[in-house]
């Protein structure tokens, strides 16, 4: 291990992380380092250490294996932390079994067509204008509208979610002290909104995710009430969250390379190839959910306490010269392309079938829909969120001629 800055997550490296990241798996695979938040932790950046670390049973994702050793988190209610980024096995495994149903390819692919419908429909508005905002116009509805209407969450109620986890995942960074009051109360508005929900859907259930997860809790016993409201918040936040995020990273990239944009819409067959690259290459989660060794470990050659809080950097994994070949690049014909941006092992991310359809509607849909599409970003360059966890937009401007 070799000193790094103490805080790496600055303005110019949450603009530019494969640069930042570059340096840091460069200097040494593991790195101890201080989050935003002030905590301490220990920072893994390469492709092998952050793979093996995510399938170790040695690392814990409980919290109450933290042992106190700096490690903050969200501080989350009982109603919002039974889910399955604070679970170990055979709690972790008898929630995602469940879970897993509502999500296999066969499902998801029948949702394809509804994908497209809420595709063309946001697009619809914007297509007169000759201009729009391909993030909070299209990418975060989109990614909004699918994942609510899978759980059943009534229209009128999913523009508060977005506000609401941006607090928590992207928080005022020129000032904390505001950011954590806001946080704060992000967090009892989805509780409160939750359980609100939650008590609709049992005197009227429908024919949704949710209300299938009630009738597991009160009929079949197979869910605590708190594992419920944990397990919609969880779906909710990560469900719209990485999807909106990975649709304009993908898009970003995409227009940036005009010759591939035309051979995209010459060539849709290549858009599932095209959307795995881009999870690779700018996917929309920097950093893995944090872990706690259950006994010393070591990674990397670098001896880690059992308690203390270890970061795995998907980004950097997925840049690793050493496991990708031109790994700076973005090859849509890459073949060996297995990167970790939807995890490892037991944690593999359950919406990975979901998030990739999402995303290569979206992509196929603007391509098509919008003719002569091109960014108008302003000279500065994109405006990234202000998070060192997730990697997204704020915005992606576009202009296009005007269709309709």
Request: proline letters at 8%; hydrophobic letters at 45%; one cysteine or more.
């Amino acid at each position: 291990m070799t000193d790094a800055p103490p805080m790496p997550f600055d303005a110019e490296f949450i603009a530019d992380p494969h640069t930042g990241y570059a340096r840091l798996r460069e200097q040494a695979p593991v790195h101890r380092i201080t989050t935003p938040d002030g905590a301490p932790a220990w920072l893994v950046t390469r492709y092998a250490d952050v793979r093996a670390a995510l399938a170790d049973p040695r690392l814990s994702l409980d919290k109450a294996n933290a042992e106190g050793r700096g490690f903050t988190g969200f501080g989350l209610p009982p109603a919002l932390d039974a889910n399955l980024l604070n679970m170990d096995p055979p709690q972790h495994t008898r929630i995602r079994r469940l879970v897993s149903r509502a999500f296999t390819p066969r499902y998801v692919e029948r949702m394809r067509d509804r994908i497209q419908a809420i595709a063309d429909e946001l697009l619809d508005a914007v297509a007169p204008r000759g201009r729009a905002d391909l993030v909070n116009d299209f990418a975060v509805p989109l990614a909004a509208m699918t994942i609510c209407e899978t759980l059943g969450v009534d229209q009128a109620d999913r523009a508060d979610f977005r506000g609401w986890t941006s607090a928590m995942l992207a928080p005022n960074r020129d000032d904390p002290a505001r950011a954590k009051e806001e946080m704060r109360a992000a967090i009892g508005q989805i509780a409160r909104h939750l359980a609100d929900l939650v008590a609709r859907k049992r005197r009227n259930p429908g024919d949704d995710l949710l209300s299938s997860w009630i009738a597991a809790r009160d009929a079949e016993d197979r869910l605590t009430e708190d594992e419920l409201t944990s397990l919609a918040f969880l779906t909710l936040m990560a469900g719209y969250e990485n999807p909106a995020n990975l649709i304009g990273n993908a898009v970003l990239a995409v227009l940036r390379r005009p010759a591939l944009a035309d051979r995209l819409r010459t060539r849709p067959d290549l858009i599932p190839s095209t959307v795995d690259e881009l999870m690779r290459f700018d996917g929309p989660t920097l950093l893995a959910i944090r872990r706690f060794p259950l006994e010393d470990v070591e990674i990397g050659g670098v001896h880690i306490p059992r308690g203390d809080t270890v970061l795995l950097a998907l980004a950097s994994a997925n840049r690793d010269p050493d496991r990708f070949d031109r790994a700076d690049e973005l090859d849509i014909h890459r073949t060996d392309n297995q990167h970790v941006s939807l995890g490892h092992g037991v944690h593999f991310c359950l919406g990975a079938t979901l998030a990739r359809v999402q995303a290569q509607v979206a992509l196929g849909a603007v391509l098509t829909r919008l003719p002569d599409l091109a960014p108008d970003l302003p000279e500065t360059g994109p405006r990234w969120r202000p998070s060192y966890r997730a990697h997204g937009l704020l915005e992606l401007p576009v202009v296009f001629t005007p269709v309709g």
